[in-house]
Nanobody, 120 residues
């Protein structure tokens, strides 16, 4: 059974910092790529950051230099450290895992999201 559970979402003032976490179960962590997506009300779900199992990372342009994605293998947890938060960062943040199969193809998993609200 695979489960992704996000946590850490909160209200924060503009300019503040917050770290959201994604705890992964189901023995997929070491062979998966992980991503953070976010979805604001009335908007599509957009890519924010990604990390491969070799720790290669990539970021959406608007969060480069402000957000950092990382993974802790010992804890089977992926993090998104957010700083210099802006109101436009307000969204539900979702954890996404992509797990390749040795036979080809892949499995895709999503958490249920955690709300991040940036406002004065």
């Amino acid at each position: 059974q695979v489960q992704l559970v996000e946590s850490g979402g909160d209200w924060v003032q503009p300019g503040g910092s917050l770290r959201v976490s994604c705890a992964a179960s189901g023995n997929i962590f070491n062979r998966s790529m992980f991503y953070w997506y976010r979805q604001a009300p009335g908007k599509q779900r957009n890519f924010v950051a990604g990390i491969a199992n070799n720790d290669t990372t990539n970021y959406e342009d608007s969060v480069k230099g402000r957000f950092t994605i990382s993974r802790d293998t010992a804890k089977n947890t992926v993090y998104l450290q957010m700083r210099s938060l802006k109101p436009e960062d307000t969204a539900v943040y979702y954890c996404h895992a992509v797990t390749p199969h040795t036979t080809g193809g892949f499995s895709s998993y999503w958490g249920l999201g955690t709300q991040v609200t940036v406002s004065s």
